[in-house]
């Protein structure tokens, strides 16, 4: 089974043992690590890049992450394919998104409602403490749908009283915590401050 349809089914693939709270915890404190060293890192003084785990950064989006999802927002699911590209998923309450405005008749929004699993591929480009992330696919229960869609649903669920558009996907970020890149290897990403 690929990963693509192994995220679309909602988790981990065939015959590995179940995420735990346990797993969470490890990358919990690898971010923990990764703000202090944000906080009190010298310019000029190289640290050591921290290994996050595909398995860790999945139980923490189950176990410690989960209340902080929006609402609408579940099973969020992570799989990093490598050379820089990742894929994501996450069940999302499609109604809340088509019903806060009229949809013309062409408008692919106006045609879904309920929970439904949303997956994007996608390529993180990283360099100098500023990340781009590059859309490829994205797909609604497992229909592949115009990019507009993937990025009204972003904005949607993105909002917040800073940002009252949300984000915008493909629009440059600064990464936090003096991290200056973020390598995407096959099940792990390396964060370099």
């Not at 806060?100 to 360099?127: F, H, I, K, N």
């Not at 990340?131 to 229960?141: I, K, M, P, Q, Y």
């Not at 440059?172 to 915590?177: A, V």
């Amino acid at each position: 089974m690929g990963a693509l349809s192994v995220l679309a089914a909602g988790g981990q693939r065939e015959g590995e043992p179940p995420v735990t709270a346990e797993d969470g915890r490890r990358l919990e404190l690898k971010l923990i690590e990764i703000s202090k060293n944000g906080a009190t890192s010298i310019d000029g003084v190289e640290l050591s890049p921290i290994l996050l785990p595909e398995r860790e950064i999945n139980a923490y989006f189950r176990f410690q992450a989960a209340p902080k999802l929006p609402v609408g927002v579940t099973d969020p699911w992570l799989s990093m394919v490598g050379e820089g590209r990742v894929i994501v998923a996450a069940t999302v309450d499609l109604s809340a998104v088509r019903d806060e405005q009229a949809r013309g008749m062409l408008d692919p929004l106006r045609y879904v409602s309920g929970l439904m699993r949303v997956t994007a591929q996608c390529s993180l480009m990283t360099s100098n403490g500023v990340g781009r992330l590059e859309v490829e696919s994205a797909t609604v229960g497992g229909v592949t749908v115009p990019m507009e869609v993937l990025i009204e649903l972003v904005r949607y669920y993105s909002r917040s009283d800073t940002r009252p558009n949300g984000v915008e996907p493909a629009e440059p970020f600064k990464l936090p915590y003096r991290i200056r890149e973020v390598f995407i290897e096959k099940g792990k990403a390396i964060v370099s401050q």
